[in-house]
């Protein structure tokens, strides 16, 4: 799970960059703001469903889940 943690703080990092090269443009004390004030750990995290499974497969998993 901290793996995907990880992965998911590195691409947010990248995604604000360029979210701030676009509105700010060469102003990097602003950029710097931005990016200071919506980058944080844990933000946003991956979690996971059982949505996603076939019915037959929904009993198992909440009984495992007991």
């Known amino acids: 799970m901290d793996t995907f943690k990880k992965v998911v703080y590195d691409d947010h990092k990248r995604i ?3 979210i701030a090269d676009d ?3 060469d ?3 602003e950029k710097k ?3 200071e004030k919506y980058h944080k750990k844990n933000y946003s995290y991956f ?5 996603d499974v076939k019915i037959f497969h929904k009993k198992r998993i ?5």
């Open 27 to 29: 102003c990097k004390e």
């Open 16 to 18: 604000l960059d360029l």
């Open 33 to 35: 703001e931005f990016i």
């Open 62 to 66: 909440k009984n495992a889940l007991k």
């Open 23 to 25: 509105l700010y443009g």
């Open 47 to 51: 979690q996971p469903s059982i949505d």
